[in-house]
């Protein structure tokens, strides 16, 4: 009998990316699971050790986790929700035809391409409760009377800091849709135009349902990254004051600059959890509406 | 041929001898020093000592010096990441607060059999070493003296002057200027000019250990009554409006920006800030003490230089410590960035006894001190401290509260 002959060819192929995936993803996410199982506190080397769920346990007695987890999720709700609905409509001007469109899609790209660090600092000085730009226009307009202390009071400091990532991720959405738009055949357009649809009727009847898998993909897509996201707050707040801009990542990287890896550790676990359920239940309601 | 075998025996074991006791000194080494400047002119002040030394020691050392940012405090943690993962300098700049978490990973090099043995040893005064010695919660010396900073109060003569304000020789006097600098000059109805330029962000709690300390209380116990007293008086200047309202997220920049601007008349700062200051104002800015209440404190900040115990050559690293701390390395580093030397000789040189600012922080020397060196203190200063400040200065738990959330977060279990 003579033996099947097994081709290596894909293998040896795949085999560069996937030794550099477990080297940078697979093995520290597995070593932050240990991690999260231990004492494992730099600046107490001798309490190093085992501990079973006890981190687990401490951030479920931790109040500013319940705050950060909570912070979370109305950064991720305003942020990727004004993100969406600004882009949605950017996308839609973008897609008509108008003088300069060029230069108009090149230009509305540059807050994308902004490093996040650059656009926390910029940010900073924007909202400067002394110097800032802001203050400066809106008591030269007259819609306040004194300067604001954006980022210095727990009741401006974070919409400030939501409304920047705001402005730093529209254009993903925009361009997003944009190519999606560009995907959805005239010919539907032109039959609805003979229906006698209107405006209205054409957007929720033709162009939202033609872009929904790409509504889908990219809205989860953002929601991972905008949760995940540290930079912008960082620079901007540190998670202050009084921790009103600290959602859980920046909780996390707190902790981890801190050298208290292993309660960081578990408190990223959690967030990889929660970031799971929220990511399967988007896709089975994707597969769902598509097999109906 | 026994003859030749005999000779070429005796040669190597010479030869194997010298290099073991030393005798080879004169062999090329480099030592690698990382360290943090604060502005360019600092930055080039760092490589042209380095450039001195390696022209002027006699031991054939080449020193290498690699700048990395502070970035808040981040450079301490930088060093300790690489230095764990096996990596980094021989020689490093350091901040006595990063001395646990170093010496209880056995990353730092014992001085004490270098001191001992070193011909400058007593330039530099006892009191330091055993500043040293409390850092390290041990008998041990792991840090070299470099120089100090004793922070003190800037003020605007010409503010003081408008107000009819004097120099504040008391605590109740200085809050009492607090009020009266704070002013609508022109009168628009809103302050321009506040009197005190609070820090309430990352390292505001160096100067607010100061009227912790004004009322009576210390370090060793954040909940006693005078210790709360201290914090009302610092909430009270916010909630007045003697204190910008941006100070829950003001740090060293924007306290700097404020005081130059003149958005505020009073601010705490160190001798660092001074060569900018003079720059901005001439003779239109002066200093003084933090002053006396039921008692006197202020913060001494601190630059010392470690050796890493993974130091290849530490005689020639110290060397090189030794040359920052009382040599022309010394002298250089303080003229320029005004720092207090740590050495005596350099201290009695005329470019720092004309000093006004240099005379201020000397005579608060005496009342200079640190905050506890703890294995929390690092989260305690970065994190715990700003947020707990600022929910007690924005009215969202009382002075009491506050003090109780910072005894818990420096002396954890």
């Known amino acids: 009998m003579q033996r099947k002959k097994i081709d290596l060819s894909p293998y040896l192929l795949i085999s560069p990316a996937l030794i550099i995936f477990l080297a940078v993803v697979f093995l520290p996410a597995l070593n932050a699971i240990l991690m999260s199982f231990q004492s494992y506190d730099l600046r107490r080397p001798s309490k190093i050790g085992f501990i079973g769920l006890d981190n687990y346990i401490a951030i479920f007695n931790d109040p500013l986790f319940w705050q950060s987890l909570w912070k979370t999720f109305l950064w991720v709700i305003f942020g990727v929700g004004f993100q969406f609905i600004l882009g949605f409509v950017l996308a839609l001007i973008l897609n008509k035809k108008f003088f300069g469109r060029g230069a108009v899609r090149s230009v509305s790209l540059i807050p994308w391409v902004t490093p996040g660090v650059l656009i926390g600092l910029m940010w900073r000085w924007i909202y400067d409760g002394n110097y800032g730009v802001l203050n400066d226009i809106f008591l030269k307009f007259g819609i306040i009377q004194e300067k604001i202390p954006f980022l210095a009071q727990q009741t401006t400091a974070f919409p400030s800091v939501v409304v920047t990532i705001i402005w730093q991720g529209i254009p993903f959405f925009a361009l997003m849709i944009l190519a999606g738009l560009q995907g959805i055949p005239t010919e539907l357009y032109d039959a609805a135009d003979v229906d006698g649809a209107n405006g209205f009727q054409k957007l929720f009847r033709i162009t939202i349902p033609m872009l929904k898998n790409t509504i889908y993909v990219s809205t989860l897509l953002r929601i991972i990254w905008v949760a995940n996201s540290v930079d912008v707050i960082f620079n901007m707040t540190a998670g202050g004051p009084a921790y009103s801009t600290q959602t859980l990542s920046v909780y996390v990287f707190n902790k981890g600059n801190a050298l208290n890896l292993g309660y960081a550790s578990t408190m990223s676990i959690m967030l990889t959890l929660i970031l799971l359920a929220v990511a399967i239940l988007y896709l089975k309601n994707i597969f769902s509406s598509e097999e109906e | ?413």
Request: charged letters at 20%; hydrophobic letters at 40%.
């Open chain 2, 1 to 413: 041929m026994k003859k030749i075998t005999l000779i070429f025996c005796v040669v190597f074991a010479v030869t194997l001898f010298m290099s073991s006791t030393g005798f080879s000194q004169n062999e090329p080494v480099t030592i690698t020093h990382w360290y943090w400047a604060d502005n360019p002119e600092y930055s080039a002040t760092m490589q042209e000592i380095v450039k001195e030394f390696n022209a002027t020691n006699d031991k054939n050392i080449t020193v290498v010096a690699e700048e990395y940012p502070w970035d808040g405090g981040a450079y301490s943690e930088t060093l300790f990441r690489v230095v764990m993962g096996g990596g980094g300098p021989d020689t490093s700049s350091f901040k006595l607060t990063s001395t646990p978490l170093f010496t209880a990973n056995n990353l730092l090099a014992n001085l004490d059999s270098f001191i001992e043995n070193w011909e400058d040893k007593d330039e530099i005064e006892e009191s330091l070493y055993d500043t040293m010695r409390l850092a390290s919660g041990t008998d041990n010396i792991y840090l070299m003296p470099w120089n100090t900073q004793v922070l003190y109060v800037y003020y605007r003569p010409s503010m003081f002057d408008e107000t009819g304000v004097s120099v504040p020789q008391t605590y109740s006097e200085f809050l009492e200027a607090c009020e009266k600098l704070t002013r609508d000059t022109d009168g628009d109805g809103s302050i321009d000019v506040y009197g005190f330029g609070m820090r309430g962000s990352t390292g505001g709690h160096e100067p607010w250990g100061s009227f912790i300390w004004a009322r009576g209380g210390n370090f060793s116990d954040f909940t006693t009554e005078e210790v709360v007293a201290g914090m009302q008086d610092f909430i009270d200047l916010f909630e007045n409006g003697h204190a910008p309202p941006t100070a829950t997220m003001d740090g060293f920049q924007e306290i700097i920006a404020n005081f130059k601007s003149g958005k505020t008349a009073m601010t705490i700062h160190h001798i660092g800030s001074s060569p900018g200051m003079i720059e901005t104002f001439g003779d239109d800015v002066n200093a003084f003490p933090f002053p006396k209440g039921v008692d006197q404190w202020t913060s001494m900040g601190d630059t010392e230089n470690v050796m890493l115990e993974s130091c290849g050559n530490k005689d020639a690293a110290f060397e090189w410590l030794a040359y920052l701390a009382t040599g022309k390395g010394q002298e250089k580093w303080c003229t320029v960035t005004g720092n207090v030397p740590v050495s005596k000789t350099v201290q009695q040189l005329p470019v720092f006894q004309n000093n006004r600012f240099m005379k201020v922080s000397i005579e608060a020397a005496p009342s200079a001190g640190i905050f506890p060196v703890l294995d929390s203190t690092t989260e305690w200063i970065s994190t715990i401290w700003p947020n707990t400040i600022a929910a007690a200065l924005l009215g969202k738990t009382t002075a009491s509260e506050a003090m109780q959330q910072l005894q818990k977060g420096l002396y954890v279990e």
